[in-house]
């Protein structure tokens, strides 16, 4: 309270004695605010949150979503000057938690409160995030816009972590070819970026090229790799086809190809990418190369 703090836990942590009202009024009762103020601030939340229907029922009367509503409610009652959400959607079904996504969101435009969200949903954090921090065993690998770390990923960790699906990762070498410098590696031959000769230490470095699923598109003739499609997921507008590398004991990876791409299974898939939509990185530290 002193700190003007409020906390939205992941386990709702509602007081199953009391009725919804009572959970969301429990801290301005505890502060002894005026009986007539706590009951505005309590109608005023409900009727952001559209719980006013449930301020008589208990918790166990509630489904999951409605808990988490109240569990908001009882931060927004405060008004903090900062809330802190600790993963508040994890114990939420897929469809509801999309629902609940766009609710904070909303929520959050409307309050105008800052707002620090831990979460291990990387959805969660590119669509409610104005800034993303994104740690990996205690370190800071990026900090940035969810625009920034999707498409500058500035780390090996952050490149697999980001998107979906994943980033593509590739083992990969330099090899300068006078004008059209490639890049080679098992079963993939792609054109390398303009900048990356001059960001080399040595012509033999170790190299992992990154390449985003949505980023490959079909080709007839002079593939840069070429996908043996093992499992095609349709999703309607587009596909996502897994794979592997047309070699033996070739690399899996995934394309987002458009439309029903069912009659590519079991085939040969030809995909070309342009070198301005390839990330490289340094093997050996992780760290992104870039211009």
């Known amino acids: 309270m002193a700190r003007d703090i409020a906390m939205v836990f992941q386990n709702y942590a509602l007081y199953p004695h009391m009725n919804v009202a009572q959970n969301m009024s429990f801290a301005l009762n505890l502060a002894r605010r005026p009986e007539a103020e706590v009951q505005a601030k309590v109608t005023r939340a409900a009727q952001v949150l559209n719980i006013e229907h449930l301020l008589q029922r208990k918790p166990k009367e509630l489904s999951g979503g409605q808990r988490q509503r109240v569990a908001i409610g009882r931060a927004i009652v405060r008004e903090p000057k900062v809330f802190l959400f600790d993963e508040p959607l994890s114990n939420l079904d897929a469809k509801l938690r999309g629902h609940m996504r766009a609710e904070l969101a909303l929520l959050h435009e409307r309050l105008g409160k800052t707002t620090v969200y831990v979460t291990h949903d990387q959805v969660e954090a590119m669509t ?83 390449i985003r699923p949505q ?41 987002t190809l458009p439309g029903d791409a069912h009659s590519r299974l079991h085939r040969k898939v030809g995909l070309a990418v342009g070198a301005d939509d390839l990330h490289v990185f340094d093997t050996a530290s992780g760290v992104a190369l870039r211009p």
């Open 128 to 210: 409610l995030a104005n800034r993303i921090v994104i740690f990996d065993k205690g370190r800071i690998q990026q900090v940035g816009t969810p625009s920034e770390v999707f498409n500058h990923p500035a780390t090996l960790f952050v490149a697999a972590f980001i998107g979906t699906p994943s980033m593509n990762l590739l083992a990969a070498r330099f090899e300068a070819q006078g004008g059209a410098d490639r890049l080679l590696g098992a079963g993939f031959n792609l054109p390398a970026p303009g900048w990356l000769r001059d960001r080399l230490r040595s012509a033999d470095q170790a190299l992992t090229v990154g």
């Open 215 to 255: 980023a490959m598109r079909v080709t007839t003739d002079d593939a840069a790799l070429t996908l043996c499609a093992d499992v095609v997921e349709y999703l309607g507008t587009e596909s996502q086809v897994v794979g592997h590398l047309d070699i033996p004991g070739g690399q899996r990876i995934t394309a």
